[in-house]
């Protein structure tokens, strides 16, 4: 899980403490708490008064609430049932209803909150595709999810957030419109993207990661640096800690939906750079030709039939190795 940064930071204690207060809340919500149970509970809160403050906000937020408990309960009894006994034991259902109550009110401010109640409530789904193939997903909000070649996701769609993990890879994500009202998010290793009513393409690198945005906008929030938003027709890369340069987005970087790469005056070094990502062995260019430039619109699906119309264009030849591996040469 990876907290994103918010506008109005507070205090890692305090942080901590008001998780900790929803996580007390939950297990002395079930109605029938051990004397264990109790006197622990009674030990963390006297341990420091920031505990104190966060335990009173709990239950003031609680008070507001109370009209709602009984299809709270209900909303979480139902949950249980969908998850291991391990989180059934760890937050009591009519405590996961109250605490998922009070994370409404909170996670407008403290993100935290929005991680850990979706990892309680969200059922996960993992999707992948191999080199050289392109997966489309439906998701329940009514959006659309593609995974370029070699990219692995994984979906959870919880009562706080509607998350989406970039473990590795590409995706092209077209949002959906969710009557809950959920933020919706994609992480990756170098901070958190938030969408809002969008539509664009991330894709993950060893150091950095690419966003560009075609509809909307998205915000973006490294893990140790500012945010910044990007607006339809912006890209930018971005590490763990800061936003590169804006630049204008290259509208060539979606059309692998549609099983075309697009050569905008490419080199060729970068174009067969791209393509290669869609075969099982390597392609690489002679020093020689790699500043030859390709336009033109090139389906990736039969790679050798790709190669086949750059050699001639160009004037080039190629040459296959005993593992397959291809390199393109002068012609002479």
């Known amino acids: 899980m990876r907290p994103s940064a918010v506008k109005a930071a507070m205090p890692p204690l305090e942080q901590l403490a008001l998780q900790q207060a929803a996580e007390w809340f939950a297990v002395l919500g079930d109605g029938e708490p051990g004397q264990d149970e109790r006197q622990a509970w009674q030990a963390w809160l006297a341990a420091h008064p920031v505990h104190q403050r966060a335990w009173a906000e709990v239950e003031a937020i609680n008070a507001s609430f109370s009209s709602l408990n009984a299809v709270a309960s209900k909303s ?18 009519l405590g996961l209803a109250g605490a998922t109550y009070l994370g409404v009110s909170l996670l407008h401010r403290y993100s935290p909150w929005q991680d850990w109640v979706t990892t309680l409530t969200a059922n996960t789904s993992t999707y992948r595709t191999p080199a050289g193939r392109t997966h489309r997903v439906l998701l329940a909000d009514q959006g659309t999810l593609w995974l370029n070649t070699d990219t692995q996701v994984r979906v959870a769609y919880g009562w706080m957030l ?4 970039l473990e590795y890879g590409e995706i092209l994500l077209q949002s959906g419109h969710d009557p809950q009202a959920r933020p919706l998010v994609v992480d990756t290793r170098h901070g958190r ?7 664009f393409t991330v894709c993950q690198q060893a150091e950095r990661t690419l966003l560009a945005v075609y509809e909307g906008q998205v915000a973006i929030t490294p893990t140790q640096g500012s945010p910044i938003t990007l607006r339809a027709g912006q890209q930018a890369y971005f590490d763990r800690h ?35 990502r869609y075969h099982t062995t390597s392609l690489t260019v002679a020093p020689g030709i790699a500043h030859l430039r390709l336009m033109g619109a090139y389906p990736f699906a039969n790679v050798p039939l790709v190669l086949q119309e750059i050699s001639h264009s160009l004037g080039i030849r190629q040459q296959t190795d005993a593992q397959g591996n291809i390199q393109l040469l002068p012609a002479s």
């Open 242 to 276: 800061s936003v590169g340069a804006v630049q204008a987005a290259l509208p060539a970087r979606e059309a692998w939906t549609r099983g075309i790469l697009i050569a905008d005056n490419q080199s060729l070094k970068d174009f067969v750079a791209e393509l290669s």
């Open 193 to 199: 993207l938030t969408a809002l009513g969008t539509r």
């Open 76 to 93: 979480a009894s139902h949950q249980a049932l969908l998850h291991s006994s391990g989180r059934r034991q760890a937050l009591k259902m």
């Open 162 to 165: 509607r998350r989406i993990t």
